[in-house]
């Protein structure tokens, strides 16, 4: 069992800056593709970024790319999400996931086996 906390969510004003933070525990972080997925309300739950289990490669959303990036630190068991130039529309709930074998369907959310339990990040306009 891999246990995912995410922290770092709150209000901020349309063309500011969050970082998100997702705190791994239980197995080793390292074995294991990290990701970052969001949920609006009345909408289903879609890919945001994702980071190769080295950290060698990242992938985005077209909606976020050029503004989000993904990184991880392995040795803190963490992987971060730097949120900039937000927008009202990215406003959601999002879920840090942990997958021990994505692949070229990494958008999908049946790619990962751990999900952790949301933060709620709001942009006012």
């Known amino acids: 069992q891999v246990q995912l906390v995410e922290s770092g969510g709150g209000l901020v004003q349309a063309g500011g800056s969050v970082r998100l933070s997702c705190a791994a525990s239980g197995r080793t972080f390292s074995n294991y593709a990290m990701g970052w997925f969001r949920q609006a309300p009345g909408r289903e739950r879609v890919f945001v970024a994702v980071?190769?289990?080295?950290?060698?490669?990242?992938y985005y959303a077209d909606s976020v790319k050029g503004r989000f990036t993904i990184s991880r630190d392995n040795a803190k068991n963490t992987v971060f999400l730097q949120m900039n130039s937000l927008k009202p529309e990215d406003t959601a709930v999002y879920y840090c996931v942990a997958g021990a074998y994505v692949s070229s369907n990494y958008r999908f959310t049946g790619e990962y086996d751990y999900w952790g339990q949301g933060t709620q990040v709001t942009v006012s306009s």
């Open positions: 980071i190769t289990r080295s950290g060698g490669s990242t």
